[in-house]
Each structure stands twice: as structure tokens, then as C-alpha cells.
């Protein structure tokens, strides 16, 4: 069954510092790749997804994520951190041509705090 | 609407009652789903509804938890004679066509606590 890890519960960096967060997949084939975030009392919003092609893959604030096949890894990352990307992160991954209801396996989530 | 959105923001409950909790997805989408979030886990797949369909329920932790969608709509999960490890959050979310290529628009969620 596919699984994914996001290894870090929790994340503590300062404002303008650079920031990766950990994603790790099981699966037998290239699974569709997603990012999501939830900020505090608000739903889940899609950063970006991989489905195949360039392995770098730009999303929404500044967010970028690069797959790396040979490490089974999706991981996330950013530049340099604004206090507002404070929020939980979850990693979530898809067997392409699957699209019954439980087509995404989420990770479980990494909280991010940002220090002044 | 604007959004997924889902009513009531926050339940508390007493142990047996029963809970129902609603969610109204985007117009015009056809894939509505429910998932939980528990304190520090990810998210939980429970029920998913595409169309006309019937629902996949594969996620449903027990016969205790149900779900319907009445006119392709709005969707109501019902929790019978809740227990204390049913308090989580519950999300919801829809997509235009359910695939899985789609972006999915989750609602804000319903906190439940049961006492």
C-alpha cells in the first residue's frame, strides 16, 4: 500500500531564512506528487503538484518541490520565509489511473513556526 | 458559492449522541469528499461521492459513521452514538470531475469534541 512520511512534526525557522520541508513516498511507480496547506481556521489549499515532466515544479508563494525518483522524496521548499507561512504542510501522493475517493494518501503534516 | 463550506464550525457533544455535521461544496462540482484529521495525524479518508455514483465508503471507520448526498449536492456525515475517539476534525472537499489530476477545494472543517 503507498505511504508517505514527512519525517518533521514540527519546524521552527526565522523570518527571511531559507526553508525545506521533507516529504518521503513508498510506492512501486511514480505517483502524482502534491503539496497542501492549511493556515490557521482555514481549509487546505493546494501549493503545487508533479504529475511528470521537469522534476522542479514552481507553486503559489514562492513555494517550488523537485522530485527525486532515486530517493522516493517530494520535498518543498522556499527561499526565504514570511512570518504568514506559518501553517501546517501536508505532502500527499496518488496512484495515476486511480481515481476512486481514496486516490490521495496524505503525510502527516509538518507545522511550521516562523520567529521573528 | 465561493468555497467548500461546512457548518457547524465547531461541535461538542456528549458521549452516545449522535452528531450530523454538513458540507456544501463548490457549484457544479460532481466529487465531494470527507476526510478526518485527528490531533497530529494526517488526513483520514472516509467517504467519497462522484455524481450519480454510489459513494466509495471503503474509509469509514465503523458502521457507526455514515454519509449522504442529497441532489448531488450538499453532503451530511452523520456519527451515531459518538465515541471519544471520534473527536478530530473533520474536512470536506470537492473537485470539479474527481480525477485525480484535479486540485481538491477543502472546506474549513468541523472541529467535533466528544465528551
Known amino acids: 500500500a503507498q505511504s508517505v512520511t514527512q519525517p518533521d512534526i514540527h519546524i521552527t525557522v526565522s523570518e527571511g531564512a531559507s526553508l525545506e520541508l521533507r516529504c518521503n513516498y513508498s510506492?512501486?511507480?511514480?505517483?502524482?506528487l502534491f503539496w497542501y496547506v492549511q493556515s490557521p481556521g482555514q481549509g487546505l489549499q493546494l501549493l503545487l503538484k508533479y504529475f511528470s515532466g521537469d522534476t522542479l515544479v514552481q507553486g503559489i508563494k514562492g513555494f517550488e518541490a523537485e522530485f527525486k525518483r532515486s530517493q522516493s522524496s517530494f520535498n518543498l521548499r522556499k527561499p526565504s520565509v514570511h512570518w504568514s507561512d506559518a501553517a501546517e504542510y501536508f505532502c500527499a501522493v496518488g496512484l495515476p489511473n486511480n481515481n476512486a475517493g481514496n486516490m490521495l494518501t496524505f503525510g502527516g503534516g509538518t507545522r511550521l513556526m516562523v520567529k521573528p | 458559492g465561493a468555497g467548500v463550506s461546512q457548518s457547524p464550525s465547531n461541535k461538542v457533544t456528549e458521549k452516545g449522541k449522535d452528531v450530523e455535521l454538513r458540507c456544501d461544496p463548490i457549484?457544479?462540482?460532481?466529487?465531494l469528499y470527507w476526510y478526518r484529521q485527528s490531533l497530529g495525524q494526517g488526513l483520514e479518508f472516509l467517504i467519497y461521492f462522484q455524481g450519480n455514483s454510489a459513494p466509495d465508503k471503503s474509509g469509514l471507520p465503523s458502521d457507526r459513521f455514515s454519509a449522504e448526498r442529497t441532489g448531488g449536492s450538499v453532503s451530511t456525515l452523520t456519527i451515531q452514538r459518538t465515541q471519544q475517539e471520534d473527536s478530530a476534525v473533520y474536512l470536506c472537499a470537492s473537485s470539479q470531475q474527481g480525477v485525480l489530476n484535479e486540485k481538491l477545494f477543502f472546506g474549513s472543517g468541523t472541529q467535533l469534541s466528544v465528551l
Open positions: 510506492y512501486g511507480a511514480t505517483p502524482y
Open positions: 457549484s457544479g462540482h460532481t466529487a
